[in-house]
């Protein structure tokens, strides 16, 4: 059965700023949308127009006294920024974004998704940012300043946001739930120093894009935990001399001691981690580190 759903609700509001907008499109991804004095600021574009021309409209509602409608790209992944062509507006992501949005692969998987699922992605053309910078770029609201940094490590043109004055950080996907995913082995170290550069902002409100809306910011450190778990647990058995590149079929959880549940916390949202996550998504973790780690020696 497909996760994909042209449906988009509002999701309420459980004690962060009244200005922020926060939207799910089903149990695939939560996108937001910034209200300041000057700017609606639309934060992803979701998964095709039909779920993109609902987060329009949500924006529309708010462009009074003058403001006017800004589009940022965390990353070019389908389920933040295949919305895109929805919007007469600038669109602001990493000059990245746009290279992977323009990109022959990212064609050829749109290209694949739409004979499967032609009643979700038939009507996407990928639309690349317009307004592009590097490493950091910041946004005058007026009454909000946005702060765009870049964190990444789970894709290369990954970004997150900043918002001091309600000391309010939209993580995207460098933080989530049960943990990031890097999808390379040289992406791993740049993820990790960008789940570092979250947690020394300290904010007193974390959003992300795969999470509870209440997990708040104690997920960025267990995120940190995580990895730092599997990189000691990998270096011994490393030592003992284990393959950096165990057999297809062999159970890495089992070969370096450490289960998805000893990795993680036992509280409720973990708990109801999905178990793709908790099985192949951990075991791809687990080769991904031995991969680093064993690159990195030579």
Not at 184 to 205: F, Q, V
Request: charged content about 20%; aromatic content about 8%.
């Amino acid at each position: 059965m497909s996760q994909h759903t042209n449906t988009v609700e509002l999701v309420k509001n459980e004690g962060w700023d009244e200005r922020i907008l926060v939207f799910r499109n089903g149990e695939l991804v939560d996108t937001f949308i910034i209200i300041s004095q000057r700017y609606v600021v639309v934060v992803d574009t979701m998964i095709n127009p039909e779920t993109a021309v609902s987060l329009l409209h949500h924006a529309q509602q708010h462009l009074k006294n003058n403001r006017q409608l800004l589009v940022i790209n965390t990353h070019a992944d389908y389920d933040h920024a295949w919305g895109n062509q929805v919007f007469n507006a600038p669109i602001i992501g990493a000059y990245q974004c746009a290279e992977i949005l323009r990109d022959e692969e990212t064609e050829t998987r749109l290209a694949q998704m739409q004979a499967n699922e032609p009643h979700i992605f038939g009507n996407v053309s990928l639309t690349p940012p317009t307004l592009l910078f590097e490493e950091t770029l910041t946004i005058d609201g007026g009454d909000l300043t946005l702060e765009l940094f870049a964190t990444p490590g789970h894709t290369t043109d990954h970004v997150s946001l900043y918002i001091p004055e309600i000391d309010t950080l939209l993580a995207g996907d460098a933080a989530e739930l049960p943990f990031p995913f890097a999808r390379t082995p040289s992406g791993l170290p740049h993820m990790r120093r960008s789940l570092a550069k979250l947690a020394d902002i300290e904010a007193d409100t974390v959003l992300y894009c795969h999470a509870p809306v209440t997990i708040g910011p104690q997920l960025i450190l267990d995120n940190i935990a995580y990895f730092d778990m599997l990189e000691t647990a990998c270096l011994a058995v490393l030592a003992q001399g284990m393959p950096a590149q165990p057999d297809e079929n062999a159970d890495v959880a089992a070969l370096i001691h450490l289960t998805f549940d000893a990795a993680t916390p036992h509280t409720a949202p973990w708990q109801n981690v999905h178990e793709y996550d908790r099985t192949q998504g951990h075991a791809q973790q687990i080769r991904t580190m031995l991969a680093w780690l064993n690159s990195s020696k030579q």
